[in-house]
């Protein structure tokens, strides 16, 4: 569903229009997924708002690359899948939208936020937060640079992996066996022809092979944050934004038993909400009505 787009001036980023009217959302999806994970959020929500979905660098069918950016740029590689949504509004010609951004799309919409790239009408975090304080947050990210940590993502996820036509289509089928393999798994309950959309999505044709993203090269560019970076991944960044700001929470997520840490930061503002979802991480994919739910009341109180 909706229809594929290559934002102009962006350098090749691409996503997905759904349609619609009302006010203008932008969907982004966290690392290691792609624009499709929004695929049933979006076919209700367009009927309400105006809904696009991004791939990120080194994402889906986004031809750009985050480690493509040149050393010693104004800013660090591991910003630019951030500062790019800013362009990609920029090319929408978009004013006060509201950002959705789900797992390390929820730092994103974050980030380019506190760094004043965008005035939001108010933003969304989809189970995607920054808890920890600087000392911490330093910590956390050495540890994604461990060797065994990469090492452990690549297996897991074929990252960067080079398959045939054939290799690809087995592993688009065996995404959807998986999922309905175990209750834990992570697209369990999902819809099985979301689960191979966004299978597929995440090759990219170079010539007779089709290619995993993100590779490893990207992981290791996103998560490699400098530690004197202007916007870190900790704590410190909500502090600096002042846009309405949703929180959703999953019950059985990666941050589920950190919800005192998630209220204290919601605590600080009067315009800010904790929303609580039953659901896994996967929120998008597996809750996608009770998400949907959420950015539409979002849209409703915060319209253009």
């Known amino acids: 569903m909706g229809t594929e787009i290559e934002f102009p001036g962006c350098g090749g980023l691409t996503g997905i229009d759904y349609g619609g009217s009302g006010p203008n959302v932008l969907l982004v999806h966290g690392l290691g997924q792609n624009a499709a994970v929004w695929n049933d959020v979006a076919q209700r929500l367009s009927t309400r708002a105006r809904t696009v979905a991004v791939d990120l660098r080194g994402h889906g069918k986004s031809r750009l690359n985050s480690a493509d950016a040149a050393p010693g740029a104004a800013s660090s590689r591991s910003e630019h899948h951030w500062r790019d949504l ?3 509004i920029f090319a929408l010609e978009w004013q006060r939208p509201i950002l959705v951004g789900h797992a390390s799309g929820g730092f994103a919409v974050a980030a380019v936020t ?61 995404c959807v066996e998986d999922a309905s393999a175990s209750a834990e798994a992570f697209n369990a309950g999902a819809r099985e022809e979301l689960i191979r959309a966004v299978a597929r999505r995440s090759f990219l044709q170079d010539g007779q092979r089709w290619i995993r993203r993100p590779t490893m090269e990207e992981i290791t560019a ?36 950190r919800r005192d840490e998630v209220r ?35 849209t409703s109180r915060y319209r253009r």
């Open 114 to 174: 506190a760094a004043e790239l965008i005035t939001p009408a108010a933003i969304c975090a989809v189970d995607g937060f920054v808890l920890d304080g600087p000392a911490m947050a330093q910590a956390a990210v050495a540890a994604r640079q461990d060797p065994a940590e990469l090492q452990r993502q690549q297996s897991d996820h074929r990252y960067g992996w080079s398959a045939s036509e054939a290799e690809m289509n087995d592993y688009v089928e065996q």
């Open 222 to 257: 996103v998560t490699d944050v400098p530690p004197d970076a202007a916007i870190y991944p900790s704590s410190e960044v909500y502090k600096r934004i002042q846009c309405p700001m949703t929180m959703v929470l999953a019950s059985n997520g990666d941050y589920a038993t």
């Open 264 to 298: 204290a930061i919601i605590n600080t503002r009067l315009n800010r909400s904790l929303v609580g979802v039953t659901c896994n991480h996967n929120v998008p994919m597996v809750c996608p009505s009770a998400l949907t739910d959420i950015i539409i009341n979002l």
């Open 86 to 88: 800013a362009d990609v």
